[in-house]
């Protein structure tokens, strides 16, 4: 940025309450030039040092005897300035319709997590009850009722492990359609127990569903759409889980009355998780998956960059194979090619308690231990 003496714009003015005007002899400034010297401010071409009236120094005066100090700072940019931040938020064109839908499929999935916390709660209550729950077993012993409760939980902490090798492999278009899968033959097998054993294998099965959702909604959501309402979308996905929860409580408390209204608590689920699927089977893979594998050598590198240009242009409702799409792949690839050489030493399990990491660690942790203290505390 150069700064001249060129008086056009109005200067900037700082003034200070604590001192009088100035005097008469007005205080010698400098006129500096971007490169360094000093510069002519009637020339263009040469750089000499010269009195300037814009940019004043201190005056020989003492402070304490010195009146109000006027700064008048003009800058001019120059001909040969460049800007000295570039323009780093260049923003994708996008339209909202092609955005909802591979937004909303995802995050059916955690409509479906949070949908079982909810209609669980009624869902004990019904299995219960001698005259409600429509079955023999129904005098559950507090392990037995324990499992029910926490059977998904334990299925979504088993999902979870299992997940890690097969995630790269399945990609999360396909991880998100088995999940759904899950979620269904889930609550199909839950809804139509003829004893405990069913009931807990098919609580089992949601539970995996749970793991495996939980795992590819935040990566598909955030590798397909545009970068400037990424963190957004993320988000609202966690308001799904919320608004999960909520249906789950409604949907209770109209079939709380009803025989084998735990039946229907359950299966209430099983349209949902059907749409998901369908959903998700009509959705393209994700691009940034496709250049991973491409980049990782796991195929022809032509035919995945073929594939994601076609992906990215369905998600933004683009012809297939046009120009965006194609330089912005193009982009992406080199993106990635950089990171992955600089991350190709693989990490270890004890990063976790390194580093940026253990503090993330440390407060994640905290808050869970805050929760549970908590919670026997409500009560009281």
């Known amino acids: 940025m150069a700064y001249s003496a060129i008086t056009s714009p109005p200067p900037l003015r700082f003034h200070s309450p604590y001192h009088h005007q100035p005097p008469k002899p007005r205080p010698h400034s400098l006129v500096f030039c971007s490169c360094g010297n000093q510069k002519n401010p009637t020339s263009k071409t040469s750089c000499l040092f010269k009195p300037s009236k814009n940019i004043p120094i201190f005056s ?44 909303f499929f995802p995050a059916l999935g955690g409509l479906l997590f949070g949908y079982d916390i909810g209609a669980t709660s009624g869902a004990t209550l019904s299995l219960q009850s001698a005259e409600l729950s429509g079955i023999s077993w129904f005098n559950l012993s507090a392990v037995q009722l324990g499992l029910v ?38 609550g199909l097998v839950t809804g139509y127990a003829p004893g405990l054993n069913v009931l807990l294998l098919g609580r089992l099965l949601y539970g995996l569903g749970i793991g495996l959702a939980m795992h590819g909604a935040p990566l598909y959501i955030a590798e397909t759409c545009p970068s400037q309402i990424r963190g957004t979308l993320i988000s609202l996905k966690e308001l799904f889980i919320v608004l999960g929860i909520l249906m789950g409580f409604l949907v209770g408390s109209i079939q709380i009355n009803a025989v084998g209204g735990w039946r229907y608590m359950y299966g209430f689920g099983v349209p949902i ?3 998901m699927g369908l959903g998700m089977w009509s959705l393209p893979p994700s691009p940034r998956w496709l250049l991973l594998r491409a980049v990782q050598g796991k195929g022809s590198f032509q035919e995945y960059k073929e594939k994601a240009i076609s992906a990215l242009s369905k998600l933004r409702g683009r012809p297939p194979g046009d120009k965006v799409s194609e330089k912005q792949i193009e982009e992406s690839l080199v993106s990635l090619k950089s990171a992955y050489k600089e991350d190709e030493t693989e990490g270890s399990f004890l990063e976790v308690f390194q580093g940026p990491s253990l503090k993330a660690f440390v407060i994640g942790g905290g808050l869970v231990l805050f929760q549970q203290v908590l919670l026997p505390l409500c009560r009281l």
């Open 149 to 186: 409760v926490s059977g998904s939980l334990y299925g979504a902490l088993l999902g979870s492990l299992l997940v890690y090798p097969i995630a790269d492999f399945l990609g999360r278009r396909r991880e998100l359609i088995a999940a759904a899968s899950l979620y269904l033959f889930g």
């Open 273 to 275: 998780s059907l749409l």
């Open 60 to 103: 020989p005066q003492p402070l304490l005897s010195a009146p109000k100090l006027r700064f008048n700072v003009q800058y001019s940019a120059g001909e040969e300035a460049e800007p000295l931040v570039t323009d780093a938020t260049n923003q994708e064109d996008f339209s909202w319709s092609s955005v909802i839908l591979p937004f």
